[in-house]
């Protein structure tokens, strides 16, 4: 409805009313018509333009105003997210000695690693299972020898070789002529050298503790051991504390009071900031070395040669008459 043809126009647009007095000339007349019908020209004309141009360009621009609204805030939403990212993964500088901005927070915490730059490992709050009895349905590792606790145990154990830069090995502080380099014949990219990721090495030590928990099960009623599994295990044994001192946590353990104890117990399950060792587990597999071509590696013609990793060692086992009674400094 258009409150203009519906209200009566203001006084202020009719002229005032006059006295009615005789005019004397008919030129008077004339002009006093003149003027009202002036007047209601001019205000009809003015009611005809807001009737027939307002409402007619208001039906034909607001949709379309709208929406052009709308899609005018979708581009810009979708420029700042756009240059958010761009700032958030391409001009944020990488740590030093890095050249993503992957893992920053690991990065921090963490002595050099190139999987940092390739793998993005997430870290998520789990809570430690620390029963101390295994309850109704504890978890394969804890259970007792079977080939499907083995099967378990193998998998998280089993250590890979892959490959890394020469580059990689000075960042990681070793010498690159020491270490072992991938022939060119194989096909890899120059100065490619191997390696395998030392937190699979901590578990397969921890698994060989676990079965020497387990002799019998393992390696049955043998009247005398080999003395290198012994040196084996030392080394684990060692390899699992200086990682646990080296790592050491500050995570605390709670309290509580428990049926059938008198003193406070150990709540051991707690909540910890954990790494994705499956996103882990899964990168070196996916990019470990198939073994016929690690068999087929040879010495080459000049290369470094590190001390042995077993010095004498073998004359004093020869020599020894139990596992602990030779001199361990000569090792």
């Not at 009566?8 to 009313?17: A, E, H, Q």
């Not at 504890?138 to 154990?157: C, M, N, Q, T």
């Not at 699992?240 to 003193?263: E, P, R």
Request: aromatic share 12%; with cysteine; proline share 8%.
């Amino acid at each position: 409805m258009n409150i203009f043809t519906t209200q009566k126009p203001p006084k202020y647009n009719s002229l005032p009313s006059l006295p009615e007095r005789e005019t004397d000339t008919d030129s008077e007349k004339t002009l006093l018509n003149t003027s009202k019908e002036g007047t209601l020209s001019s205000t009809e004309t003015e009611s005809s333009v807001y009737e027939d141009e307002y409402p007619l360009s208001r039906k034909k621009w607001g949709p379309l105003t709208a929406s052009a609204c709308i899609t005018l805030l979708n581009v810009i939403l979708l420029l700042g997210s756009s240059f958010c990212y761009y700032r958030a993964f391409y001009l944020k500088k990488p740590l030093p000695g890095y050249i993503t901005p992957l893992n920053e927070e690991l990065k921090e915490v963490s002595y050099f690693s190139p999987l940092l730059d390739v793998i993005d490992v997430p870290i998520r709050v789990e809570q430690i299972n620390g029963s101390l009895f295994p309850g109704h349905n504890p978890p394969i590792f804890r259970l007792p020898p079977s080939p499907e606790v083995d099967a378990a145990w193998d998998y998280v154990s089993e250590g890979a070789i892959f490959t890394i830069s020469a580059q990689d090995v000075i960042k990681l502080g070793k010498d690159p002529s020491q270490t072992v380099r991938v022939p060119a014949s194989f096909g890899f990219p120059p100065d490619t050298h191997l390696a395998q990721l030392d937190s699979v090495h901590q578990i397969h030590c921890l698994n060989a503790l676990r079965k020497a928990v387990f002799f019998e099960y393992y390696y049955g009623k043998k009247k005398t051991i080999d003395r290198l599994y012994w040196i084996h295990l030392s080394h684990c044994a060692g390899i699992v504390l200086q990682n646990l001192m080296c790592q050491a946590n500050l995570d605390v353990i709670t309290m509580n009071w428990v049926k059938t104890q008198k003193k406070p117990f150990p709540d051991f399950s707690i909540n910890k900031k954990c790494r994705d060792f499956g996103v882990i587990k899964k990168w070196q597999d996916e990019r470990k070395l198939n073994e016929e071509l690690l068999e087929k590696m040879v010495r080459p013609e000049s290369y470094v040669e590190g001390p042995a990793p077993i010095q004498n060692i073998m004359d004093a086992f020869e020599e020894a008459k139990t596992p602990w009674d030779f001199d361990w400094t000569t090792m």
